[in-house]
């Protein structure tokens, strides 16, 4: 069974940092590029940062541009999300995805919804004033 498991959410306050992981399960995900998305309460999911899957390329929505960093480690099957700066406006349930229907190359990023086929079930991010 394929699993996305997410962790490192909490309460922070603003300016502060926090690192999200992605651990990934029942299959490798060293050649499927992953990503990052929020969905703040009573708003629609939004994208937020992507990797290939060699890591030699990510993408930023630019509301975290220099503040978030995106890298993986295809050996240990698992994604991260160094968020720095944290504002309240970054408080959102995060959510990690997998897009694996598609053979991507390894400079290939992927920032729509739809084209993500495994989720997990998010961790909270609370950003404090």
């Known amino acids: 069974q394929v699993r996305l498991v997410e962790s490192g959410g909490g309460l922070v306050q603003a300016g502060g940092s926090l690192r999200l992981s992605c651990a990934a399960s029942g299959r490798s995900f060293s050649t499927v590029p992953m990503g990052w998305f929020r969905q703040a309460s009573g708003k629609n999911r939004e994208f937020v940062a992507a990797i290939s899957w060699s890591g030699r390329s990510t993408y930023f929505v630019d509301s975290v541009k220099g503040r978030f960093t995106i890298s993986r480690d295809n050996a240990e099957n698992t994604m991260y999300l160094q968020m720095n700066l944290l504002k309240p406006e970054d408080t959102a349930v995060y959510y990690c995805?997998?897009?694996?229907?598609?053979?991507?190359?390894?400079?290939?990023?992927?920032?729509?919804?739809?084209?993500?086929?495994?989720w997990g079930q998010g961790t909270m991010v609370t950003v404090s004033s």
């Open positions: 995805a997998a897009a694996v229907s598609i053979d991507y190359s390894d400079y290939d990023v992927v920032f729509e919804v739809s084209e993500y086929d495994y």
